[in-house]
């Protein structure tokens, strides 16, 4: 497949161009219209040619600001086209994340893009429709009410031979109207008022469309933007320090001197990198380059316990308080018997297979950047704000990188390629080392949970006081990427909150509290330990707080732990109905945990959870064996049930929702960022382990559809309540409380012992 | 620098490079095979994996220069889109991937291990990728896309 960047300006003006999809259509070359003589205007949402545009062949291209993260994404948003629109999904080309051509939807995250993206899209093809319809009708001469489109082909009721294709109505040209926008990102509301199809006559919307990316992947040919390529392309690596980032105090060139290739050490502010010729010389040269750094400004913490007790002590900026009702104190005073937890959340990784990449060409004033960011636009004006340029004069393309959990540092190494490009003068490629990756991710904040409730003397849970102490993300909006705070530019706020779902407001209780607090973290400068979202924020560690919490009165009170979330789960019945299916596919069977089952020196055990994440409800039941004389936890299955309203794409879903139980298993028994005060300590993947094939569960995937709903998220929900699940089966298994994430052994057997 | 001759996918190939550059960088950078991906450069996570005379090898670990008289193939020399090798259509056929930059790994792995051994079973299955890291989760698929080519008459 040939990679070729051809912009929109480029694509309306020519004549006859193939379009050679950069990836998302394999190489399914587009052919435009001819001589259209169409001009760009493109990135205004209220301007219709913005959102799509219709070739004489009748393909469709779909100008979005939304993203391929490895989700399928793509592939589901242009099912909602192609149903919308009337024409078979093969006809529908994605040309997505283009700051140039594109509307601003606002970054692809948090599972939301379905949801979010999903109607606009769908409203704006409903618009084109209406339109399309509009011009059939005075071409045919009849009614708009007596036509019908199949395949893009608009044709009379009772009267098929009377008929015209979409291409032939718009004859290669714009549709030329204005449409109805409002807001802006992931808010903005297109064509509200246009009516759009009814569910119940969807084609396209609820099958399973193999995705469009895939092929490509598994052959070479799909280019990711570790694979872009541009002409006189130099290489380039960055030199970062091994904790928080200080000023160089001198560098030594002599030490890379016998590197043949070494093009430039580029030193600007506190940044520093190398261009080479070839990739291998810049790799060389930036692990041989001598450079003295300034005793850093900012002390790592000795160690995870340290930034625990951190966040027991600090005083929260910020105060989410969720729920608030009834009278706390009235309650606690009145209970027959009160329970009380700490929950332990570590930092842990994003861990992307690919570290991040991105080719950067600065000529004068203007730059072009390739990287796989989850917000083109973002980026975008990142770099224009750090080349003091106006965000126009950047043209960012998006090229997927490797797989995306939450934000990426595809953001920072486009920023360090244009600072390298910028100093050469020359396209220039960098791409993270592993340990730069490991070292730099922006972690998933660390967290620090209590739970205190409260029974009558029937056992009725009558207080619920819950508080969730987390870090922010401090790689937000708001605050610079890692070379532009190298190069000074400071931090204008705290950060963003770590979400605030998951903390029992799921349940119903009189008297019920719930609040999420947000703990001041480093803001000055960079270091191994900034933040940011990692899929579901927050949320697992909630609900591996209030999951295990409910559980644990559950067993007290001898009551089956399905039964006791039934009780008070009377607020949706989309959650209690998911969990009641999910135990049925598992067997469930009614009774108090522990069972305390065991064989020689394995005991097993089942274990429950439930969340709501975005109005998507999942559940999950994990079957666990522990070694009783080892702490070894193995997970044999889990079985997740899940319902987002309208399933666009069954089987895409269930490729998300296995992911994330696969995830899900990982981040529970494996995985803790570990430090000192030399800094990061665990920078390759032996160090840092995640799940492997042999550690696989078997997974029991439930599905419900819901298709009179909108779509809802699927990308992230279901890896929420995977950690309570095995928590709870571990004390089903054993009778131990496991409090703190990782599940290792040593933990394991600690809790046992307890 | 020192010229190498090398042969991949069946074609001889020569270049200019420091030969102590890995493997990798060549496929890569100097032939543009971009099928071998960069993962982590210490042969902990299988995504640069090529097979070098039938054996599944880390191209990041080794110098180019020491393979000049092997049969080297990466992940193009199978299929491609249009000509996908029975490993290939069966991962498409399964939807085996997300992200899809470990797939390198998943693919050259499993010709790796039906070459040796045609019908393997799960655990087999297991045992043989345990070594190849995937961050989005796709195992289970990678395993039935396994088991289809393992089940199906098609030579792999």
Redesign the interface.
């Known amino acids: 497949?040939e990679t070729k960047t051809i912009s929109r300006r480029d694509l309306l003006k020519s004549t006859g161009v193939m379009i050679v999809g950069f990836s998302f259509f394999?190489?399914a070359a587009k052919v435009l219209a001819q001589g259209s003589g169409l001009s760009v205007d493109g990135m205004d949402p209220t301007v219709l040619d913005s959102w799509l545009a219709i070739s004489k062949d009748g393909t469709v291209t779909v100008f979005t600001g939304k993203v391929e993260?490895?989700?399928?994404v793509v592939t589901a948003l242009a099912q909602i086209v192609a149903e919308e629109l009337d024409v078979s999904f093969s006809k529908v080309y994605m040309d997505s994340g283009d700051t140039d051509t594109a509307v601003d939807q606002g970054v692809t995250a948090a599972a939301r893009t379905i949801e979010r993206g999903g109607p606009q899209l769908r409203q704006a093809s409903a618009a084109a429709r209406q339109e399309l319809l509009k011009l059939a009708s005075a071409r045919l001469d009849s009614p708009v009410e007596k036509l019908t489109v199949t395949d893009g082909v608009v044709s009379v009721i009772g009267s098929p031979a009377k008929k015209i294709a979409y291409g032939d109505l718009l004859g290669g040209k714009k549709f030329n109207i204005k449409i109805v926008a409002s807001g802006v990102g992931w808010d903005m509301k297109v064509a509200p008022e246009i009516p759009s199809k009814n569910y119940k006559d969807y084609k396209v919307v609820g099958q399973s469309i193999?995705?469009v990316?895939?092929?490509?992947?598994?052959?070479?040919?799909?280019?990711?933007s570790?694979?872009v390529?541009v002409p006189g392309m130099l290489?380039g690596r960055s030199v970062r320090p091994a904790t928080s980032l200080s000023a160089p105090l001198s560098i030594d060139e002599s030490s890379i001197k016998n590197i043949?290739?070494v093009v430039r050490v580029v030193h600007e502010g506190n940044f520093v990198g190398v261009v080479a010729q070839?990739?291998?010389?810049a790799?060389q040269a930036a692990r041989a380059l001598k450079v003295t750094w300034a005793e850093p400004t900012l002390k790592m913490p000795s160690g995870p316990d340290e930034v625990f007790d951190y966040l027991k002590n600090t005083k929260s900026f910020k105060d989410n308080v969720v729920t608030n009702k009834g009278n706390l104190d009235t309650a606690f005073s009145q209970a027959h018997k009160k329970y009380e937890a700490t929950y332990y959340w570590p930092f842990q990784l994003h861990?992307?297979?690919?570290?991040p990449c991105a080719v950067a060409d600065v000529q004068g004033d203007k730059a072009t950047i390739w990287t796989g960011t989850q917000g083109p636009f973002r980026t975008r004006d990142a770099i224009a704000l750090l080349l003091k340029v106006p965000p126009k004069n950047v043209h960012l393309l998006y090229r997927?990188?490797?797989?995306?959990?939450g934000r990426l540092e595809s953001d920072d190494v486009a920023e360090d390629a244009a600072l390298m490009s910028r100093a050469v003068g020359k396209p220039v490629r960098v791409?993270w080392?592993?340990e730069d990756e490991h070292a730099w991710d922006p972690k998933g904040p660390a967290q620090y949970s209590t739970v205190r409730a409260g029974v009558d003397a029937q056992g009725n849970v009558i207080a619920w006081d819950y508080m969730d102490r987390s870090l922010p993300w401090t790689e937000s909006e708001a605050n610079p990427l890692l070379a532009s705070s190298q190069m000074g530019m400071k931090p204008s706020g705290p950060g963003f909150l770590n979400g605030a779902g998951g903390g029992g407001q799921i349940y119903t209780f009189e008297n019920q509290k719930v609040l999420a607090a947000s703990i001041p973290w480093v803001q000055q400068g960079e270091w191994p330990l900034r933040t940011s979202n990692l899929r579901a924020p927050g949320d697992l560690a909630r609900v591996f707080a209030s999951e295990s919490s409910i559980d644990e009165i559950a067993a007290d009170q001898h009551v089956d732990p399905l039964q006791f979330r039934l009780r008070y789960l009377t607020s949706d019945k989309r959650i209690s109905e998911i969990l009641v299916a999910t135990a049925k596919q598992a067997g469930w069977t009614a009774r108090p945990a522990p069972g305390l089952s065991s064989s020689g020196t394995k005991a097993t055990g089942r274990g429950i959870a439930v969340a709501n994440r975005a109005n998507t409800m999942t559940a999950a039941v994990a079957e666990v064996e522990v070694d009783k004389t080892t702490g070894e936890v193995i997970v044999k299955k889990i079985t997740l049930g899940h319902d987002c309203g309208l399933i666009v794409n069954p089987?895409?879903l269930k490729?998300?929702i296995?992911?994330?139980?696969?995830?899900g298993v990982?981040r529970a028994l494996l995985e803790e960022v570990q430090f000192d005060s030399t800094g990061q300590t665990n920078l390759?993947?032996?160090s840092y382990p995640?799940?492997?094939?042999?550690q696989?569960p078997e997974?029991e995937i439930v599905l419900t559809n819901r298709p009179e709903m909108q779509p809802l998220g699927g990308g992230e929900p279901s890896i929420v309540p995977i950690t309570a699940a095995i928590a709870n089966a571990i004390f089903d298994a054993t009778g131990a409380r496991v409090r703190r994430v990782p599940f290792t052994p040593e933990r394991v057997l600690s809790a046992m012992k307890a | 620098m020192a010229r190498i001759s090398l042969k991949v996918n069946g074609k001889s190939r020569a270049v200019e490079t420091d030969p102590s550059t890995p493997l990798l960088y060549v496929l890569r950078d100097d032939l543009g095979l971009h099928g071998p991906r960069f993962g982590c450069g210490l042969g902990q996570c299988g995504a640069c994996t090529v097979l070098v005379d039938g054996n599944s090898m880390r191209s990041c670990m080794i110098p180019a220069s020491s393979v000049q008289n092997k049969s080297i193939v990466t992940l193009e020399g199978l299929g491609t889109v249009a000509h996908p090798h029975a490993i290939q259509a069966a991962f498409v056929e399964e939807q085996a991937a997300q992200c899809g930059f470990c797939m390198n790994g998943m693919v050259m792995g499993a010709k790796a291990l039906l070459d040796k051994n045609p019908h393997p079973n799960v655990e087999e299955i297991k045992k043989s990728l345990n070594s190849y890291i995937c961050r989005c989760g796709t195992h289970l698929r990678v395993i039935r896309a396994i088991q289809r080519v393992a089940n199906s008459t098609v030579k792999a």
Do not use: C
């Open positions: 497949m394999g190489s993260l490895g989700t399928g193999p995705r990316d895939l092929p490509g992947k598994f052959t070479g040919e799909f280019v990711y570790q694979d390529t290489h043949p290739g070839t990739e291998w010389a790799i861990g992307m297979i690919g570290p997927e990188g490797s797989g995306s959990y791409q080392m592993r089987n895409g490729n998300q296995e992911g994330n139980i696969l995830q990982s390759d993947w032996n995640v799940i492997r094939f042999e696989v997974v």
